[in-house]
């Protein structure tokens, strides 16, 4: 028997018969899911993993994945969700950098086999299978400071950063904004991020299981899909810029009228363009919420449930959540805020600000405005070397290092170029080396990276933009990459 000693579960525990998952055509009850999150982690303990331990999730979105994640979270086996999309380099720093004591996917992933050897690996389905076959349950008894999950991120030196939310965090993040947002467990979630990462892991999905809400999980975004849901009765849809871009560009006036049933939808991960929010309202209706958040500190600021979503606005901070703006960055002090980069104290000291009163402050790199009420603007990140391409923190230092290996190429720099759909598009801007060519297509077969990391667009120049100390000069470049 589970003892609800994690808070993030208790929903799960409680809900009995009520429907907690859809997915692929399969209705799944709270009980349902609690009893086999259960065996998976009696089959967890079973293999020897137990609280602190590092799993590797490579999953997308399925049934079997999602009890494997309650399950992980029960045994208090440390959750590291990975993109699937990842290739041999990516996988292979986050699996040594966590420590992960098992790898779990649920289809076969070539980059992830042709590595090698490794943590063990097990698929999805076959961990479900054992815990069917175990009797005992095992639960961890788990604290508010027990590590919960490590989550990559990208940041400025190129390879991604763990970062360490505990139990804790999670659960007061996760609280305040489904509090904020109105959700219960009359509302019908449809979620059609990915799961490796904060928006559809933690917000979306634990979201919506934390308020004994159903969850329409949909293996992978199209508009028809989101469409369906809504006239199924989902009541919140939870989105990203470029869901709303081909949404709009989709939608029929009966599809428009589905949609405009629904009594939420949101949407971050980027910004969301003023017209892109006005279109929608006009075909549907519905204004989006828009808000915003990081890895690092989950969601802490949103436009409000109740009263005016300003349009090119993120909102106020969330319950529990203090901001402070110091020479235009913002600073976040917040209870959902990770606890620090995994193993990284040189990342932590220049993240982290303890003031004369002792609050720490996450600086977050994104440049803001506020109005005069105190609703805060986004207007673009501190560094040019982090771009957001369709929801995707990506560094261009390492889209950069893959590229510089091409032995056409003499020096290079990416950066990121406006793009309706996606946000921003990765363009590389190569100098070539005397007599060597290079096609995109080329470029594209050489880059060993995510498929969205990859360059979209390829600028050919003579020589990069430096300034007197040798820097290369980005800002020059995105305002005009030819």
């Not at 979306?204 to 508009?223: E, I, M, N, Q, Y």
């Not at 405009?260 to 204004?287: D, M, Y």
């Not at 050919?460 to 430096?466: G, H, I, S, T």
């Amino acid at each position: 028997m589970h003892d609800g000693s994690n808070p993030l579960l208790r929903a799960v525990h409680a809900r009995g018969s009520r429907p907690a998952l859809v997915v692929d055509g399969l209705t799944l009850s709270f009980a349902e899911l609690d009893d086999r999150s259960a065996g998976v982690a009696a089959a967890l303990a079973h293999r020897g993993l137990g609280k602190g331990d590092r799993a590797a999730l490579v999953l997308r979105s399925s049934l079997d994945g999602v009890v494997c994640l309650l399950g992980c979270l029960r045994r208090g086996v440390v959750v590291v969700p990975v993109n699937p999309g990842y290739q041999g380099a990516e996988l292979a720093h986050v699996l040594a950098d966590s420590g992960a004591a098992l790898v779990i996917e649920d289809e076969a992933c070539a980059a992830l086999h042709a590595l090698g050897p490794g943590p063990a690996l097990v698929g999805a389905r076959a961990l479900v299978d054992e815990g069917a076959a175990t009797a005992d349950a095992a639960d961890a008894a788990l604290h508010d400071d027990d590590l919960a999950m490590l989550i990559y991120t990208s940041g400025t030196t190129g390879r991604s950063k763990g970062c360490a939310h505990t139990v804790g965090s999670l659960t007061a993040g996760i609280a305040a904004l489904m509090a904020l947002w109105g959700v219960t467990d009359a509302d019908v979630v449809i979620n059609a991020l990915p799961l490796f990462h904060v928006h559809g892991l933690c917000v979306c999905l634990l979201g919506a299981l934390s308020r004994g809400a159903c969850t329409r999980l949909l293996p992978r975004f199209s508009p028809e899909a989101v469409v369906d849901g809504a006239r199924r009765g989902a009541t919140v849809f939870m989105s990203v810029p470029t869901m709303i871009h081909r949404l709009l560009g989709a939608l029929d006036d009966e599809g428009a009228a589905a949609l405009g049933a629904l009594r939420l939808v949101t949407c971050g991960s980027a910004a969301l363009s003023a017209e892109q929010l006005r279109a929608f309202e006009a075909r549907t209706g519905i204004t989006i919420l828009e808000r915003y958040g990081m890895s690092e500190t989950l969601i802490t600021l949103s436009n409000p449930l109740e009263g005016e979503r300003r349009a090119g606005a993120v909102g106020w901070p969330v319950p529990g959540t203090a901001i402070r703006v110091v020479d235009d960055e913002l600073w976040v002090s917040s209870a959902g805020a990770m606890k620090a980069y995994w193993n990284r104290p040189d990342a932590d000291a220049e993240a982290f600000v303890t003031d004369a009163e002792g609050q720490r402050w996450f600086r977050t790199g994104d440049v803001v405005a506020l109005d005069d009420d105190g609703c805060v603007r986004v207007i673009g990140r501190a560094s040019q070397d982090i771009l957001k391409v369709g929801g995707h923190k990506l560094s261009t230092r390492e889209i950069e290092e893959q590229i510089e290996g091409h032995p056409a190429v003499r020096e290079v720099a990416v950066v990121g170029v406006a793009d309706a759909e996606w946000g921003e598009r990765v363009c590389a801007v190569v100098a070539l080396r005397e007599g060597a060519t290079l096609t995109l297509a080329e470029l594209q077969a050489h880059v060993k990276l995510a498929e969205v990391k990859r360059p979209r667009e390829l600028v050919l120049v003579d020589a990069l933009p430096r300034n007197a100390l040798g820097k290369v000069m980005k800002s020059a470049l995105k305002a005009r990459p030819g």
